[in-house]
């Protein structure tokens, strides 16, 4: 028996929310079930290749919504979960109790853990660090700008892990490892921690390129780091730079798309006027009403830019 486990790639709370449902399918479900996992970007156009579900289950977590028959769980907890009408019609005439949205879950991983303990009777119990940090991370529940960009904690490092990943492979061992493992010792293993030092090296130096590139004007921070060959980087150092911003507009380009990354300060959301997710749907991307992103082909940066102009324009105050 195959389940395909399809999640948000390069995202902990993506990864962490694999991990939560694959316990529980094991668990609860089939004990026997031989697991394999795919990550999914969002990228403009098609939203899942066309042999995605290819299990005799097919669960997607941490990403939208498809009316595919062949999928039979679903988890998700953003504004933009459904890409047409269509869909969240199809979603809300489901009847089979397995497919759920929250959105106003902080992060999928919890919202997760919390409907298979109530309607399947899972103890999430064992999994208390990994749920419990990714509702941190995911909620942007940090208690400072310095603690999301210094990283002290395991958690933190392993969310630069996940994020700078160029390891497929890497990161499916990562999803098995978070079903077991305390976090401080799965950064301690050799396959995350040997590429973690390049990524932290890395890390720092985004701090300083940062410091360069920001701008703040008018409430918005805004940077284009798309000639410098940097496609993630930690969406605080911002905030860490400039306390009194109320929103970030950032440009990213890497080999496969450019992206437009726009946020709000996590620690100051009484100043959030705009619904983010909203204003990224009008472009064709999508998020949260705190934090949102469009995609674009690579080809595409000119249009991205542009696109990046405007929203800036839009919430400055
Ligand atoms: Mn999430």
Redesign the pocket.
Known sequence: MKLRVLY?DR?F??LA?AAVFSRFYREKIRPDAEISYRGLAHQPGQIFPASAFDGDENAVV?FRYSRDPRLTWWFD??DSAFPTPEDRAHFEADRSGRKFLDPAAK???KFIARTLASRFSFDPAPLAELIDWAEVI?GALFPDARTAVDLPEPALKLMVAIEGSHDEAARHRLIGDMQKLPLAQIVKEPYVAGPLVKLLTAHEETIELMRREIRFDRGVLRFDLSTQGIETFNKFIGYYLYPEAAYTVGVTLGPARAKVSVGSNPWHQEWRQHDIAKICERYGGGGHAAVGAVSFVASEIARARQVAAEIVRELES
């Open positions: 948000h995202c709370d993506g929310s941490d907890h953003h992060s999928c991983t995911d």
